[in-house]
């Protein structure tokens, strides 16, 4: 097996050291600069409360198997955990968390006032309005999990050597003050000393942990407790209470500030105010962790440096979890589970600075604890990426979120004037962030004519003699075709999971252009790509209008000598031509079901090409139209958006993408993994009530019990019905099941349609 170094024995490193042995991976070295196993680093400090209950599935399924395994080794007290409640939006908030738990498999239980009394009687009834309750959570005594994984290793072979400060990683190993230590692969645990030695996109932060005198009228063995209303947690520790508290300001650090009592008093008085009678604060820390911009942790090679991996940045409570499918990663080729919320490699390059990893890791802290919309835009560094028609759309009153650094808008202000259907009313929740315009631009759309900013959509070129041959390699289905042959193709890995949906232009004889997800697409075929293909991400320096609508081919024809028809410029065709003064490749492609084109351009033409498609527009009654409408039109068509509706976990024939899967065209990476027969399908689903629009990661439930999980979900503006997609066991997936969402504290009747629910033979994106 390879020889591995993994710097760092703190319980990542040694849950990996395990992990790798147990794979059969024996040749390990493990090196710390502390003492072993209390080596100094954050899980010598860390309390260990584990909550298992997260919006990712992922992290839940971290969370979940460390539980187990620290149950079966004897370091984890399964005390159970309450979260409670002191507003109507926090309990509002725990339903939603309980219905994370359901879906993602965990035990959960909402409390009565009085129930919350009941486990931990130091909560007067009165003072809460609930509590969300998991029996299975409870401490991890972080040091003792982190030994004796070790020492689990080391009787596989593993070795650890305490006292050995690497000071530089290198090409084909590390280096220890004047000593080599060759390896195959490095793996930088080294939790938040990390960024001295990779780059590591993280920010440590000093969180303050205080423990009480004796509390009386404490029972040892209570659950564990989080007041998040208050940025509290709390756990028992030998008749006293240990306190938590995020309530402090960020304190960027690498080094512990020394805690003064008077510091967490404000903490102090809050907590209290839950629990009365707490004595005094005897000791306190500012223990360090490491925080990092979108709050999940950094696993998985890091690009340009053959050989290094990244376990950073993870909490005991995801520690065994995150080990596992690192080892699988390494090991296997491939993890068993979706990563790519975790995956180094997921940030763009303009998310990378210091300044924004300050910026967003600070943030993480402030709201590690807070309520959040799923489209509640991150904040500074705002705005960061433009589109070249940002100042068009700021003009048009335009609301904007953000991703992947990206202004988008969702809707245009200056289309409030504009026809709204009736609709039904909306709960706070689904109003957030949501506007009747949307309705009015998806509407507009359908009738006349939409434009779309397509600008933060990732597009790569791919070049070069082995350009065809390359894609041919990557994709599923057939790519190498002629010139102007538009394809819709997978990325799958190895187990055929799904890795990226993406569209294929070809421009030229050695010439590609591709529509992709994310930077992991970027990444992946960088990674893959043989000598003579050369893979750019042209992202930056172009920008793209989506012209979607009935009216698309009057609009754009003016403007071309190039003949527009449907026998000239077929469906899934590309050409370059010029509208009016800009040079332009459109591709006959849409993710919204109408006639129409995306538009591309390079950057510095953008104002031009938007103010040309603008002033064309105003015959047809062209709208600008945001991502809010976009989100419903593409739902009503059954389009997929990769990340959400499916992942690398998923197989395309279970995701309803079996038709972008070409067994004809020759080898490609996947195809030998391949299996038509998957356990689950992604079904369309509509809400009976009519008007509950879910938000997406609530649990479908058949007869009273969790069966699968809700995907995206929007208004269908046309078809005049919440539609969610869910992926549902495959003896459920048959048009007219019945099935229940869970949505805060309700449970909503949905049945399953046969999909798409909008113009299912696609007859108006082919006229
Ligand atoms: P560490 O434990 O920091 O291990 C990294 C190791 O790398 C260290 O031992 C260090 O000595 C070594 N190292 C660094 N640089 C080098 C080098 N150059 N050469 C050799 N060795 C090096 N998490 C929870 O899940 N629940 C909690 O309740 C919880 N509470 C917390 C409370 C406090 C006060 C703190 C500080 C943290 C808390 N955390 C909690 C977070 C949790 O402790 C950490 O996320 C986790 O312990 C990180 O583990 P690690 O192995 O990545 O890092």
């Known amino acids: 097996s390879p020889r591995v170094v993994i710097v760092g024995a703190g319980i990542v490193g040694c849950a990996l050291a395990d992990e790798l042995t147990a794979r059969g991976w024996t040749d390990v070295t493990v090196l710390d600069r502390g003492p072993l196993f209390r080596t100094g680093g954050s899980t010598s400090h860390a309390p260990g409360l584990v909550f298992q209950v997260n919006p990712s599935r992922t992290m839940a399924g971290f969370a979940r198997y460390t539980v187990e395994k620290y149950l079966a080794l004897g370091c984890f007290d399964q005390v159970g955990s309450i979260e409670v409640a002191t507003t109507p939006e926090r309990l509002a908030e725990l339903h939603r968390r309980h219905g994370f738990a359901l879906a993602w498999g965990i035990a959960a239980r909402v409390l009565s006032p009085a129930e919350c009394h009941a486990l931990f009687p130091l909560l007067e009834p009165d003072r809460v309005l609930g509590g969300l309750h998991v029996p299975t959570d409870g401490l991890a005594r972080a040091v003792d999990a982190a030994r004796a994984q070790a020492q689990a290793a080391i009787a596989r072979g593993a070795v650890f050597h305490g006292r050995q400060e690497v000071t530089a990683l290198e090409d084909d190993g590390v280096r220890v003050g004047d000593r080599h230590v060759p390896a195959d692969l490095v793996v930088c645990a080294a939790g938040y000393w990390g960024p001295k030695l990779a780059p590591v996109p993280l920010l440590p932060l000093a969180h303050q942990y205080a423990v009480t005198g004796p509390v009386r009228g404490l029972p040892s063995g209570v659950p564990i407790l989080r007041h998040q209303d208050r940025d509290l947690y709390f756990r028992e520790t030998a008749g006293c209470l240990g306190i938590g508290s995020y309530a402090h300001d960020p304190m960027p650090t690498d080094v512990e500030p020394p805690f003064a009592a008077e510091q967490f008093a404000a903490s102090l008085a809050d907590a209290r105010a839950l629990l009365p009678g707490l004595p005094d604060i005897e000791h306190g820390l500012n223990g360090v962790f490491s925080f990092t911009p979108d709050g999940f942790p950094l696993l998985g090679p890091v690009e340009g440096r053959p050989g290094l991996w990244l376990a950073e940045a993870v909490w005991v409570t995801h520690s065994a979890g995150v080990a596992r499918a690192v080892a699988e990663w390494l090991v296997d080729g491939r993890p068993s589970v979706d990563l790519h919320e975790c995956d180094t490699q997921r940030f763009e390059e303009a998310q990378l600075s210091p300044s924004y990893v300050n910026a967003r890791g600070q943030r993480a802290f402030v709201e590690v604890y807070d309520v959040i919309h799923p489209l509640d835009p991150a904040g500074d560094p705002r705005p960061l990426r433009v589109s070249p028609f940002y100042a068009r759309h700021i003009a048009l009153g335009a609301r904007f979120t953000e991703g992947a650094g990206w202004e988008r808008p969702l809707w245009f202000e200056a289309n409030a004037g504009l026809p709204v259907p009736d609709l039904p009313p909306r709960d706070v929740w689904a109003a957030r962030h949501w506007s009747p315009i949307a309705a009015a631009e998806a509407l507009a759309t359908r009738e006349r004519v ?208 079996g038709f972008a899967v070409n067994l004809a065209h020759g080898d490609f990476v996947g195809r030998a993994a391949l299996r038509p027969d998957g356990p689950r399908a992604l079904c369309c689903l509509t809400v009976d009530d009519g008007r509950t629009v879910p938000a997406g990661r609530e649990p479908v439930l058949a007869d009273g019990v969790p069966v699968g999980h809700v995907t995206s979900a929007a208004y269908g503006y046309s078809v005049g019905a919440p539609i969610a997609y869910a992926w549902l066991p495959r003896a459920l997936s048959t048009p007219g099941q019945p099935v229940e969402i869970a949505y805060f504290d309700e449970r909503v009747a949905a049945t399953v349609r046969a999909a798409p629910l909008f113009d299912p033979t696609g007859s108006r994106i082919r006229r």
Not at 603 to 618: I, S, Y
Not at 624 to 646: F, I, P
């Open 450 to 657: 939409g434009l779309f900013d397509l600008t933060p959509l990732k597009r790569l070129a791919v070049t070069g003699p082995g350009a065809a041959a390359f894609l041919q390699r990557m994709c599923s289905n057939h790519v190498d075709r002629p010139v102007g042959a538009v394809t819709y193709a997978l990325l799958l890995d190895e187990g055929a999971g799904v890795r990226g949906d993406i569209t294929v232009a070809r421009l030229g004889p050695r010439e590609f252009q591709l529509g992709v997800n994310s930077s992991l697409d970027l990444a992946w075929l960088r990674a893959h790509a043989p000598a003579d293909v050369h893979v750019a991400d042209i992202t930056g320096g172009t920008c793209c209008v989506g012209v979607w609508g009935p009216a698309a081919r009057d609009l754009l024809a003016p403007l071309t000598t190039l003949d527009l028809a449907h026998e000239a410029f077929g469906y899934f065709t590309a050409r370059r031509t010029h509208l009016d003064a800009v040079p332009v490749t459109m591709l006959r492609v849409s993710y919204v079901g109408e006639l129409g084109w995306e538009v591309y351009a390079s950057a510095e033409l953008g104002p031009r090409l938007w103010d040309t498609l603008w002033a064309a527009g105003a015959s047809v009654g062209a709208v600008a139209a945001g991502r809010s409408a976009l989100t419903s039109l593409r739902l009503e068509k059954g389009y997929r958006a990769w990340g959400v509706d499916m992942t690398a976990q998923d197989d395309p024939y279970s995701a309803g993408l």
